[in-house]
């Protein structure tokens, strides 16, 4: 009898998707016991050498299957002090809801003599994987454990993965059972700590669990922050120069090179010194090309945020959509930090592929015969995954709507990234007047190029200046004062505030999404809709609760040295560092976990010790301001 | 040991200052006997430092080419020009290219302990250090990324207040960046002497090939200018916020608005 092989998938339809290229189309689909999602998948294929061809399993899990809890006793609210939530002891055990899946890995398990791991290639998924290679070692403990390595589901590419499989990362599984430990052990002390005692401040909050999430709380913070600035701003009176020439039936406008003062007098006699000089001197004359640089190759924190910006989608119903597209195995996996494609990817047989379609089929035609360029290379390498691309043409009629534009936009930028830069020939004049420098600036855009398939970025041609010649003398037509008022900064977008918690280590690239949607759904922020059409905004705003959370734990920690309030990125940053630590093999789980739960105690234990300020902040929002 | 003539000689001959000799010799007496051993040139430095420290009303002597007129914030004045050398010290300054507003957002965030480096929030407190002064704004500067105390990014240009030696005070401005010119660099009670300078509306137009830094400041002033920096601009905002414009520094300004009007 052929050699049994297991292999085990995150997801069901990455399963199927899977089975499908490896048995070129042809298994057997088995329900399993318990579950309706998961199915197993029997096929022959032959995985060369040291395997050959071998009868195959593919089955999968449904993410994660293990869960981590308190043991019993202190899983009620009241059953031990918050505090102790800090060394409770705790235990990994099996979802009760994906029992069924568990054992079915155990039963295919114990006759396979080796288990292929097709879990996502990232860290969750490598965590994923050691849960089912610790379920089929329970039946099986001799089997063998491999795993596949792939970032997409194109059949070549899958083909590839599976005959030549790579070893389970420890260091990345242990880096995620780290940090699902510490965000259990910190967000139940302090959910529990910070619960009990603001329930009694107000009726609103009587029924209500005020969760804390080590990422949530910074992710608020920065609400807050923005919120508050707009709030506090104060519009300031700016005067500037403004200069206009006549020419050629022209109007020329010059910006001035101080922009705006602060200081209506200076200004004024600023201007009044250019008055006295009567004429202006042309000191320089500029004409060089100017380009504007086609996009980088995609990543996820850039996909999420082009995306609200340019699809007025949510980042949390983006991922879920290229999720999708990923796993119908349109395009390539969804979460990479990598904006540079390696130099072994065959980008021109990928720009093929989009050839049938009819808004820009005819552009990748044209890229093809001749107008490729190799794409430019960014500073990111997760050594994982890809850019996000396409892997192949979908028509769109097989595509709802969310998906048809999450598609365009991941298709029309892998185009622009294999276009050329857009050509245009800048003017650049200055003038000096009296002892002021102004400036004039023309653009005409001579080749758009990438700009043609990228809609998204505008670039256009300016008025067109007239003739100057360096060191010629000329009067102003007009030279005046303008006068304006400082703005406050609009409130928190969500695209923003994506790219704040990206600069400041809060969360990864798959995760921000949820942290977001977790803070509106506890609702500390809200979202307020403004503008219509192409103007709209969806600003992030604070409610009342989510104001005095941030206020309360600055409060906490205000004048004592080096606390640092949990609203802050910074303690969240500390952790993820640990984490990349433990991935690299320079630190342990244990030392990061320990490391991590001190620096998290020590503010627990100021907030227990100053709850008063937390409970005044909550006073003050919720029953005086209500 | 040197005579208090060769000091004031040396001095005014390399930074155009003239020490008062009533100064100078209560600077001989009260220095101790081992500075007064030492060799003329490092004595003189000890002078010039002092002097530098001091308040010039005090320490100079006038004479009418180094002092400025005394009608020298005359609005109504188009132009003139000040020959000199006269020497001057900074009572104030301001940032005028960048808003109050903005100005005290950076101070809060060097308050909290950080600071923006691109769209990043940086600590720049070092954690576990139990450093005793992080919290009274010292102790901060030896990280690179940290802004100043003072919590300005220091565009500029700056307005300045000066006073020469006589007590006369006048609005002078950075036409042009001068090095040592910024929030975080000039003390207060710092040293500059105004060559060939022009004045126009009352205002000393300031560039590097007029005004010679000399820099010093004066401790007694510098301090608390620091220290109240938050609540002046505070209370400018709030005052702003009634009047609309900003006329603060010279009171007597309206005439020169009329005159100027004329021309827009």
């Given at each position: 009898?052929?050699?049994?092989?297991?292999?085990?998938?995150?997801?069901?339809?990455?399963?199927?998707?899977?089975?499908?290229?490896?048995?070129?189309?042809?298994?057997?689909?088995?329900?399993?016991?318990?579950?309706?999602?998961?199915?197993?998948?029997?096929?022959?294929?032959?995985?060369?050498?040291?395997?050959?061809?071998?009868?195959?399993?593919?089955?999968?899990?449904?993410?994660?299957?293990?869960?981590?809890?308190?043991?019993?006793?202190?899983?009620?609210?009241?059953?031990?002090?918050?505090?102790?939530?800090?060394?409770?002891?705790?235990?990994?055990?099996?979802?009760?809801?994906?029992?069924?899946?568990?054992?079915?890995?155990?039963?295919?398990?114990?006759?396979?003599?080796?288990?292929?791991?097709?879990?996502?290639?990232?860290?969750?998924?490598?965590?994923?994987?050691?849960?089912?290679?610790?379920?089929?070692?329970?039946?099986?403990?001799?089997?063998?454990?491999?795993?596949?390595?792939?970032?997409?589901?194109?059949?070549?590419?899958?083909?590839?993965?599976?005959?030549?499989?790579?070893?389970?990362?420890?260091?990345?599984?242990?880096?995620?059972?780290?940090?699902?430990?510490?965000?259990?052990?910190?967000?139940?002390?302090?959910?529990?700590?910070?619960?009990?005692?603001?329930?009694?401040?107000?009726?609103?909050?009587?029924?209500?669990?005020?969760?804390?999430?080590?990422?949530?709380?910074?992710?608020?913070?920065?609400?807050?922050?923005?919120?508050?600035?707009?709030?506090?701003?104060?519009?300031?009176?700016?005067?500037?120069?403004?200069?206009?020439?006549?020419?050629?039936?022209?109007?020329?406008?010059?910006?001035?090179?101080?922009?705006?003062?602060?200081?209506?007098?200076?200004?004024?006699?600023?201007?009044?010194?250019?008055?006295?000089?009567?004429?202006?001197?042309?000191?320089?004359?500029?004409?060089?090309?100017?380009?504007?640089?086609?996009?980088?190759?995609?990543?996820?924190?850039?996909?999420?945020?082009?995306?609200?910006?340019?699809?007025?989608?949510?980042?949390?119903?983006?991922?879920?959509?290229?999720?999708?597209?990923?796993?119908?195995?349109?395009?390539?996996?969804?979460?990479?930090?990598?904006?540079?494609?390696?130099?072994?990817?065959?980008?021109?047989?990928?720009?093929?592929?989009?050839?049938?379609?009819?808004?820009?089929?005819?552009?990748?035609?044209?890229?093809?015969?001749?107008?490729?360029?190799?794409?430019?290379?960014?500073?990111?390498?997760?050594?994982?995954?890809?850019?996000?691309?396409?892997?192949?043409?979908?028509?769109?009629?097989?595509?709802?709507?969310?998906?048809?534009?999450?598609?365009?936009?991941?298709?029309?930028?892998?185009?622009?990234?294999?276009?050329?830069?857009?050509?245009?020939?800048?003017?650049?004049?200055?003038?000096?007047?009296?002892?002021?420098?102004f400036h004039a600036n023309g653009l005409i855009v001579l080749e758009k190029n990438y700009l043609e398939v990228y809609v998204y970025d505008k670039w256009e041609s300016s008025q067109q200046l007239p003739n100057f010649e360096k060191d010629e003398m000329f009067e102003p037509t007009e030279a005046n004062i303008s006068e304006g008022k400082t703005t406050a900064p609009g409130y928190l977008t969500e695209p923003e505030l994506i790219g704040l918690m990206d600069a400041n280590g809060i969360g990864t690239d798959a995760t921000m999404a949820e942290h977001i949607a977790?803070?509106?759904?506890?609702?500390?922020?809200?979202?307020?809709?403004?503008?219509?059409?192409?103007?709209?905004?969806?600003?992030?705003?604070?409610?009342?609760?989510?104001?005095?959370?941030?206020?309360?734990?600055?409060?906490?920690?205000?004048?004592?040295?080096?606390?640092?309030?949990?609203?802050?990125?910074?303690?969240?940053?500390?952790?993820?560092?640990?984490?990349?630590?433990?991935?690299?093999?320079?630190?342990?789980?244990?030392?990061?976990?320990?490391?991590?739960?001190?620096?998290?105690?020590?503010?627990?234990?100021?907030?227990?010790?100053?709850?008063?300020?937390?409970?005044?902040?909550?006073?003050?929002?919720?029953?005086?301001?209500? | 040991?040197?005579?208090?003539?060769?000091?004031?000689?040396?001095?005014?001959?390399?930074?155009?200052?003239?020490?008062?000799?009533?100064?100078?010799?209560?600077?001989?007496?009260?220095?101790?006997?081992?500075?007064?051993?030492?060799?003329?040139?490092?004595?003189?430095?000890?002078?010039?430092?002092?002097?530098?420290?001091?308040?010039?009303?005090?320490?100079?002597?006038?004479?009418?080419?180094?002092?400025?007129?005394?009608?020298?914030?005359?609005?109504?004045?188009?132009?003139?020009?000040?020959?000199?050398?006269?020497?001057?010290?900074?009572?104030?300054?301001?940032?005028?290219?960048?808003?109050?507003?903005?100005?005290?957002?950076?101070?809060?965030?060097?308050?909290?302990?950080?600071?923006?480096?691109?769209?990043?929030?940086?600590?720049?407190?070092?954690?576990?250090?139990?450093?005793?002064?992080?919290?009274?704004?010292?102790?901060?500067?030896?990280?690179?990324?940290?802004?100043?105390?003072?919590?300005?990014?220091?565009?500029?240009?700056?307005?300045?207040?000066?006073?020469?030696?006589?007590?006369?005070?006048?609005?002078?401005?950075?036409?042009?960046?001068?090095?040592?010119?910024?929030?975080?660099?000039?003390?207060?009670?710092?040293?500059?002497?105004?060559?060939?300078?022009?004045?126009?509306?009352?205002?000393?137009?300031?560039?590097?090939?007029?005004?010679?830094?000399?820099?010093?400041?004066?401790?007694?002033?510098?301090?608390?200018?620091?220290?109240?920096?938050?609540?002046?601009?505070?209370?400018?905002?709030?005052?702003?916020?009634?009047?609309?414009?900003?006329?603060?520094?010279?009171?007597?300004?309206?005439?020169?608005?009329?005159?100027?009007?004329?021309?827009?």
């Amino acid at each position: 009898m052929a050699r049994k092989i297991l292999c085990v998938a995150e997801k069901p339809a990455i399963a199927r998707a899977v089975a499908t290229h490896m048995s070129g189309g042809s298994f057997q689909t088995h329900a399993i016991r318990g579950n309706q999602y998961v199915k197993n998948y029997e096929f022959e294929f032959n995985f060369g050498a040291p395997w050959g061809n071998c009868s195959v399993t593919m089955t999968s899990v449904i993410g994660h299957l293990t869960g981590l809890d308190f043991e019993r006793q202190y899983k009620g609210w009241l059953s031990c002090p918050p505090g102790s939530l800090f060394e409770a002891p705790v235990k990994e055990e099996v979802d009760k809801d994906k029992l069924p899946i568990a054992e079915n890995i155990r039963n295919q398990a114990r006759y396979s003599k080796a288990l292929f791991i097709w879990t996502d290639c990232d860290r969750e998924g490598e965590h994923i994987g050691s849960e089912v290679r610790n379920q089929a070692k329970t039946s099986n403990s001799r089997i063998e454990v491999r795993r596949a390595r792939f970032s997409n589901t194109e059949r070549a590419h899958v083909l590839q993965a599976a005959r030549e499989p790579v070893e389970l990362d420890e260091f990345q599984a242990n880096a995620v059972a780290a940090r699902i430990e510490l965000d259990l052990r910190i967000g139940a002390a302090f959910t529990r700590l910070q619960t009990l005692q603001l329930q009694a401040v107000s009726e609103i909050l009587k029924e209500k669990v005020i969760s804390y999430g080590s990422c949530q709380f910074p992710t608020l913070g920065f609400v807050v922050d923005r919120y508050l600035r707009v709030q506090n701003f104060k519009p300031e009176t700016f005067w500037g120069i403004k200069l206009m020439l006549q020419r050629e039936g022209k109007k020329v406008n010059f910006l001035w090179k101080r922009v705006h003062l602060f200081d209506r007098a200076a200004v004024i006699m600023m201007l009044e010194r250019c008055l006295l000089a009567k004429k202006a001197k042309v000191t320089k004359v500029n004409q060089k090309p100017k380009s504007k640089w086609r996009p980088l190759p995609l990543t996820t924190v850039d996909l999420q945020m082009m995306g609200s910006r340019f699809l007025r989608l949510d980042s949390q119903t983006i991922m879920k959509v290229a999720e999708t597209l990923y796993t119908k195995g349109f395009i390539s996996y969804p979460r990479t930090e990598t904006d540079q494609f390696d130099k072994a990817i065959d980008l021109k047989k990928l720009v093929e592929k989009q050839y049938p379609d009819n808004r820009w089929g005819q552009y990748a035609r044209e890229l093809i015969d001749g107008k490729f360029r190799t794409p430019r290379s960014g500073s990111h390498n997760d050594k994982a995954h890809p850019p996000i691309h396409p892997v192949s043409w979908v028509n769109p009629s097989q595509l709802n709507e969310n998906e048809k534009k999450v598609y365009e936009f991941v298709t029309r930028r892998f185009l622009a990234c294999c276009s050329d830069d857009a050509k245009g020939k800048g003017t650049e004049i200055e003038i000096l007047y009296g002892e002021e420098m102004f400036h004039a600036n023309g653009l005409i855009v001579l080749e758009k190029n990438y700009l043609e398939v990228y809609v998204y970025d505008k670039w256009e041609s300016s008025q067109q200046l007239p003739n100057f010649e360096k060191d010629e003398m000329f009067e102003p037509t007009e030279a005046n004062i303008s006068e304006g008022k400082t703005t406050a900064p609009g409130y928190l977008t969500e695209p923003e505030l994506i790219g704040l918690m990206d600069a400041n280590g809060i969360g990864t690239d798959a995760t921000m999404a949820e942290h977001i949607a977790k803070i509106k759904e506890r609702e500390y922020v809200v979202v307020n809709k403004r503008g219509s059409g192409r103007s709209k905004i969806e600003e992030l705003i604070p409610t009342r609760l989510g104001i005095a959370l941030v206020e309360g734990y600055d409060n906490v920690v205000a004048g004592l040295p080096n606390s640092i309030s949990l609203s802050k990125p910074f303690l969240r940053k500390e952790m993820e560092l640990r984490m990349l630590e433990i991935c690299a093999g320079s630190k342990t789980r244990q030392e990061v976990v320990q490391q991590s739960l001190d620096m998290y105690r020590e503010v627990f234990i100021h907030t227990q010790r100053r709850i008063a300020m937390l409970k005044t902040a909550c006073r003050k929002y919720l029953v005086e301001q209500a | 040991m040197a005579s208090s003539e060769q000091i004031a000689a040396q001095i005014l001959n390399t930074k155009s200052l003239a020490v008062s000799q009533n100064w100078l010799n209560t600077f001989l007496t009260t220095s101790n006997s081992a500075q007064r051993n030492l060799p003329a040139s490092a004595l003189t430095k000890t002078a010039l430092f002092r002097v530098l420290a001091s308040d010039f009303r005090e320490s100079l002597s006038t004479s009418p080419s180094s002092i400025l007129p005394v009608d020298i914030f005359d609005p109504t004045v188009q132009e003139r020009r000040i020959q000199g050398p006269v020497p001057v010290q900074v009572l104030d300054i301001e940032d005028i290219g960048t808003s109050l507003w903005s100005q005290v957002e950076a101070i809060e965030r060097v308050e909290r302990g950080e600071a923006i480096r691109g769209r990043e929030v940086v600590r720049t407190i070092p954690m576990g250090d139990d450093n005793e002064g992080a919290d009274n704004g010292n102790g901060r500067t030896n990280n690179p990324a940290a802004p100043n105390a003072s919590g300005s990014s220091g565009y500029g240009p700056h307005r300045l207040i000066i006073q020469d030696a006589a007590g006369t005070k006048t609005v002078a401005f950075e036409m042009k960046s001068i090095e040592g010119i910024s929030l975080e660099k000039l003390s207060i009670g710092a040293k500059l002497v105004l060559r060939n300078a022009t004045v126009a509306r009352g205002m000393v137009l300031l560039n590097p090939g007029c005004a010679t830094l000399l820099g010093g400041k004066i401790d007694a002033l510098d301090r608390p200018w620091k220290q109240d920096r938050k609540k002046r601009l505070l209370e400018r905002i709030s005052t702003l916020q009634v009047v609309g414009a900003v006329q603060l520094c010279l009171a007597n300004n309206n005439a020169h608005w009329a005159t100027l009007n004329c021309y827009f």
